[in-house]
């Protein structure tokens, strides 16, 4: 209540026409109803007593988590010291100054307290005159954050001699080879694919293990009991299990297992975090078990293993998706999905978050608004559970999601963010939560230190107190322009959490999504029975796995809402643009977020400009091909042929009109060449050509096909590498797309294309030198105009081709794509021959390889070719042939 509604109070004591207090008109003038509110609540002051210790801990535990034990030893000590001497002090200053009857003081008078408690008891809080001196208060305050801070410094003091300590460090600068007894703290789990060059990354299996028992190579043996990260690869030439359909035996191991493995230690990085080392095991043999995982893990494991059975028939992404957002297992997550969901900022979804576990407990407990009233609603209601009994079995209840979903941080971290928030939509009392926030950060952090250097505790957090105290006032304001009230609260809650989270997301990322508030306001309709559904699949799934494939079943349609939803928010041409990866970036997204908040209060008084504004937003984040071609030029009217910029790969179209074009190799990235293709207006594809089996060529094969029609893959007869030649075929069979194999003499057609394939040979072949020297090579013609692609072919293809009967067409071609990015490894006899008026490069800015290399650029242009680059002129379009032939860039 406002200090003016308690000062009309205590005036009405003492007279018999006192003004009603103004706080509880306005509650029920805020409520909609014309009754007014039935439960009317006043909010007092916000409360943020806490705060200050709760940031004192976090900041102390950030900066000194990794320090040297004397800067720890000295800071606690110090403000230990400092701290209880302003304790002190400020006890001496709390003391009565004489002694005297008490009195209350309300405002800015004092009534005697007898009289007071009797007309106004339980109105005020009564406090002693003569009680606390001016300076009393602040010394308390200033002391309790010189105390948190000695606390952190404690705890981070602690948990960092955990790393340091025992001989792991020191046999991690030896590079030893040990046989070492581990026990697993967390779920294993694969790195994600990675390109590096033509090549992708062989996929290791990790997981977070504390080491036990050691054995050295002199047979000396070590007990310890230190934090390190086990690394297996697994160098398995099909590439890893989780996409193959396969399942490693090492997925299967349980939290709290002991195996023995025979690894070298190696050291961590220079910011290493909470591990001292790095185990390395080689080899594919199958993990030694010594020790077999408590009983609630072999349980918690039992219904992880009965929600992946359950959902093994569901659609794709709602297979992958169902079992990260029940209970935080993201083993089937592809690398696309992985990039669409952080794209439009979903990835919150793809693990446990603090929503999973508010939505659990509130089927519990029933509606928040009525969690501690006796038309309480809900399961414990309903099965006539007391409400103390409910409490109790609301906190085994947690107890039980902190085990299935494993008590890593970032479930503890959902715990306690959605304990709150449950907490604070159900006393409906969100402002004085803010000291439950402040609470559960100081008693996470100081239980683990290294939390405070997590940027998904920090995300947490300001999403928790986003939605505690932004997100009401911004539903109210939106209610009072008549947005109806559940979406007012959706809406708000979507903005606030984005306006807080977004400047670190755009520090992790170097990247501000346009489209995150809706695509998670669309979400979050989907989120509660995908949530509700995958956990009645989870309970259900070891007793009635008939019931649980149905409920599963039934969670896999929102689900797929959910993944649908990231993948269109994704493919958006506008839906996201570049920002500086730093604090200073992060800074500037601040305040350009205050800006326009402030901007947006005052659009909001005005439909006609809000709706022109949002009309505006809406062609930016769409961007109509019509309207784009307008404005950019991007793509020409009558393009023929285009080189999508891709960074180090190859990726080229060619039109087949209306729509249609064939795509010849797909590059290195998905997202890339799958908004190249839409700002060209591809959405049919008849053929596409994977001139060879290289990263650079292929890895972004889901990007093409996605949202297309496509009829058939063609790829050269050389399968090597072996393991992106299989992911090939596995993205083609999980569409049902033939795959069939380029031979030379091969013709076809489609639409205004004909092309001939020059290389490589039919059988009998001579087995060639490698890969590149195994691409498909293409003359192309499209209305008269003739296009020469040669893949990454090398000079020994170079020269057989011309040795070959194909010779006499690769003559005088308009268009040559150089082959091998431009590299230095050409054949001078091709070059001069083919003699093109235009030779198009694709190459990567910046790349190690020297691509192109400047002799091949001076070769091309010595024979009067015009040479452009990806690198530098961005992705290139051909259009018109003969004397009008032209390029423009993008």
């Not at 795509?663 to 049919?684: E, F, I």
């Not at 893959?713 to 399968?719: L, N, Q, S, V």
């Not at 431009?822 to 003699?835: C, F, K, M, T």
């Amino acid at each position: 209540m406002s200090d003016s509604g308690w000062r009309s109070g205590v005036r009405g004591a003492g007279q018999s026409d006192a003004p009603r207090p103004v706080g509880r008109r306005s509650v029920h003038a805020d409520s909609g109803n014309r009754l007014g509110a039935a439960h009317p609540r006043v909010e007092g002051p916000v409360d943020l007593r806490l705060v200050p210790p709760a940031l004192a801990v976090w900041v102390t535990a950030a900066v000194l988590v990794g320090a040297s034990p004397g800067w720890v030893t000295g800071v606690a000590m110090v403000s230990l010291a400092a701290g209880g001497m302003l304790l002190s002090a400020g006890r001496a200053d709390a003391r009565p100054e004489s002694p005297g009857d008490p009195a209350i003081t309300l405002g800015d008078s004092a009534v005697p307290l007898g009289d007071s408690v009797r007309r106004r008891r339980g109105a005020c809080v009564a406090r002693r005159r003569g009680g606390a001196r001016p300076g009393a208060w602040p010394r308390i305050s200033a002391a309790a954050v010189l105390l948190c801070v000695s606390a952190g410094a404690a705890s981070a003091g602690l948990h960092g001699a955990d790393v340091r300590r025992g001989p792991v460090p020191a046999l991690a600068k030896r590079f030893a080879q040990v046989t070492a007894d581990v026990e697993v703290t967390s779920d294993p789990r694969f790195t994600r694919p990675r390109i590096t060059g033509d090549h992708m990354a062989p996929t290791a299996l990790l997981f977070d293990a504390q080491v036990r028992r050691i054995v050295e190579a002199d047979g000396m043996v070590l007990a310890t009991r230190t934090p390190v990260l086990v690394i297996v690869d697994a160098r398995s030439r099909r590439g890893p299990a989780q996409a193959s359909g396969e399942r490693s035996p090492w997925l299967s191991l349980l939290p709290s297992t002991r195996v023995r493995v025979a690894a070298r230690v190696v050291p961590a990085l220079s910011d290493g975090g909470d591990i001292a080392a790095v185990l390395r095991v080689r080899g594919s043999a199958p993990p030694e078990v010594v020790g077999e995982p408590s009983g609630p893990q072999r349980f918690a494991g039992r219904l992880r293993e009965g929600l992946r059975e359950a959902t093994d028939g569901l659609e794709t992404d709602a297979r992958a998706l169902l079992p990260g957002l029940v209970v935080g297992d993201t083993a089937r997550i592809t690398p696309e999905l992985d990039e669409a969901f952080k794209a439009t900022d979903l990835t919150h979804l793809l693990a446990v978050s603090g929503g999973n576990f508010t939505i659990l407990l509130a089927l519990f407990i029933g509606p928040a608004g009525l969690a501690q009233r006796v038309e309480r609603r809900g399961l414990a209601p309903r099965f006539g559970v007391p409400l103390r009994a409910t409490a109790l079995l609301g906190g085994a209840l947690t107890l039980a999601f902190v085990i299935v979903c494993r008590p890593d941080p970032s479930v503890l971290r959902a715990a306690a963010c959605g304990s709150i928030a449950l907490l604070a939509i159900a006393t409906g009392r969100r402002r004085s939560l803010i000291p439950a926030l402040a609470t559960a950060v100081l008693l996470l952090v100081l239980y683990d230190p290294w939390l405070s250097r997590s940027y998904g505790f920090l995300l947490s957090v300001l999403a928790t107190g986003a939605l505690l105290t932004v997100a009401p006032r911004w539903s109210a304001a939106l209610r009072r322009r008549r947005v109806p009230p559940r979406l007012a609260e959706a809406l708000a809650a979507a903005a606030a959490a984005q306006a807080l989270c977004a400047p670190v997301v755009a520090l992790l990322s170097a990247r501000v999504s346009l489209v995150a508030v809706p695509c998670n306001l669309l979400a979050e309709f989907a989120v509660a029975p995908a949530t509700v559904l995958g956990f009645g699949t989870l309970a259900t799934a070891s007793v009635a796995m008939p019931v649980a494939k149905v409920l599963a079943w039934c969670a896999g349609w929102p689900a797929r809402w959910i993944a649908d939803i990231a993948r269109t928010g994704a493919a958006l041409p506008g839906g996201g643009v570049d920002w500086p990866g730093s604090w200073a970036g992060a800074g500037l997204l601040a305040l350009v977020t205050v800006v326009v908040v402030l901007v947006g209060r005052r659009l909001l008084r005005h439909l006609w400009l809000s709706a022109a504004c949002l009309v505006l937003f809406l062609l930016v984040v769409v961007q109509p091909p019509p309207l784009t071609r307008v404005i950019t030029g991007w793509p020409p009217p009558g393009w023929r042929f285009a080189m999508c910029d891709v960074g180090q790969g190859d990726a080229t179209v060619l039109s087949a009109g209306d729509g249609s074009a064939v795509v010849v190799d797909a590059g290195p990235d998905p997202v890339a060449v799958d908004r190249c293709l839409s700002t060209l207006g591809v959405t049919r594809i008849p053929l596409v050509v994977l001139t060879h089996f290289h990263a650079d060529h292929v890895a972004g094969l889901p990007g093409v096909l996605d949202g297309r029609s496509v009829g058939a893959i063609e790829t050269t007869g050389f399968e090597e590498p072996p393991d992106q030649a299989e992911f090939v075929r596995r993205e083609a069979a999980a569409r049902h797309i033939p795959v069939t194999r380029a031979v030379a003499g091969e013709r076809r057609r489609t639409g205004r294309l004909d092309w001939q394939v020059l290389w490589p040979p039919p059988d009998p072949a001579p087995t060639p030198d490698g890969p590149n020297d195994a691409s498909i090579a293409l003359l192309v013609r499209s209305s008269g105009l003739r296009l020469l692609l040669l893949g990454d072919l090398e000079p020994p293809a170079q020269q057989a081709l011309l040795r070959s009967p194909a010779a006499v067409e690769v003559r005088n071609v308009d268009v040559l794509k150089v082959a091998h990015h431009g590299s230095a490894y050409q054949d001078p006899e091709l070059i001069r021959r083919v003699a093109p008026r235009l030779a198009l490069i694709s190459c990567g800015r910046h790349n190690v390889y020297g691509h192109p290399a400047p002799s091949t650029v001076r070769a091309l242009r010595a024979g009067g070719a015009v040479v452009l680059r990806t690198d530098e002129d961005g992705s290139l379009a051909v259009t018109g042939a003969g004397g009008g032939l032209s390029v423009a860039g993008h």
